[in-house]
């Protein structure tokens, strides 16, 4: 597997059932740290903020 060029992608690249709840974790996170900057850190999602 070559690693995503972002969430979107990392998203894509699980089944169906994974990527629903993957997607509503992002909102989740997203509601919470609204400020926060999705990036791709290891090879997994990551939100950066500061």
Known sequence: ???PKDI???IASH???I???LEQLRVTIKKAAPK????????MP???LN
């Not at 926060?36 to 090879?43: D, K, L, R, V, W």
């Open 1 to 3: 597997m070559t690693k």
């Open 8 to 10: 979107h992608e990392y």
């Open 15 to 17: 089944p169906k059932e």
């Open 19 to 21: 990527q629903k709840l």
């Open 36 to 43: 926060a900057e999705e990036i791709i850190s290891y090879g």
């Open 46 to 48: 990551a939100f950066k």
